[in-house]
């Protein structure tokens, strides 16, 4: 049981490129979350998803996009990169309604340069 | 608008004596809290929560007392251990995370 699993680790990406950043729950958790941190901020919710087809927008959604074709993965992508994407991502997963802690993956440290 | 705040960027304490982080809420409606525990380069870690039906929930060395008239919880450790050493952050049912507080434990 792998528990949330981030891919990759670290990217460095030119401003104005895309990529997609990967997270996967073997856990089947229909809720997951992705979160970005910034130095010294708190983890501010980008997009979430309930179950897989359905995702909405968390509180900094401009800039990214996601997908939930499955109830394992929930990738973020994002296009035309620009520095104020610099930030460490973390996915995260939960059980359903009435269970709140949230399983968080070893995040993705993400620089654009 | 920051609906879970957290207002000590960082605490330190001496080994064996309470640590004690703040956290307050503007949302009245949230009905669930949990705190969380970040080490460096490692995704944050579940450590206790509290409906908002009780006040106060305990977990061996850890307390979390919720105070609902003031919009107030806070994280008591008891004896703090240098291995406590980390970012705590605060959470609300609605995944919405305070700014956290570093905690330092001297030994």
């Known amino acids: 049981n792998a528990g949330v699993t981030q891919t990759p680790k670290f990217r460095i990406l030119k401003i104005g490129q895309s990529m997609t950043l990967q997270c996967t729950q073997d856990m089947n958790h229909n809720y997951m979350y992705w979160y970005r941190q910034d130095p010294g901020m708190g983890l501010k919710l980008i997009y979430y998803?309930?179950?897989?087809?359905?995702?909405d927008k968390g509180e900094v959604p401009n800039g990214y996009n996601v997908s939930r074709s499955t109830t394992e993965d929930f990738p973020l992508r994002l296009e035309l990169a620009a520095p104020s994407q610099t930030s460490v991502y973390f996915c995260?997963?939960?059980?359903?309604?009435?269970?709140?802690?949230?399983?968080f993956g070893p995040g993705t440290r993400l620089t654009v340069t | 608008d920051q609906q879970v705040k957290q207002n000590s960027p960082s605490l330190s304490v001496q080994e064996g004596r309470i640590s004690i982080l703040n956290c307050d809420y503007t949302?009245?409606?949230?009905?669930?809290f949990l705190w969380y525990k970040k080490y460096p380069a490692e995704g944050p870690t579940f450590l206790i929560s509290?409906?908002?039906?009780?006040d106060k929930n305990e977990d061996g060395r850890f307390t979390v007392f919720l105070n609902k008239s003031a919009k107030h919880l806070s994280l008591h450790i008891v004896p703090s251990q240098p291995g406590d050493s980390a970012v705590y952050f605060c959470a609300a049912s609605d995944m919405r995370f305070g700014a956290g507080t570093r905690l330092t434990v001297k030994p």
């Open positions: 995260a997963s939960r059980r359903s309604e009435g269970s709140y802690e949230q399983y």
């Open positions: 998803s309930v179950g897989a087809g359905i995702t």
């Open positions: 949302n009245s409606m949230f009905d669930y």
């Open positions: 509290i409906s908002s039906i009780k």
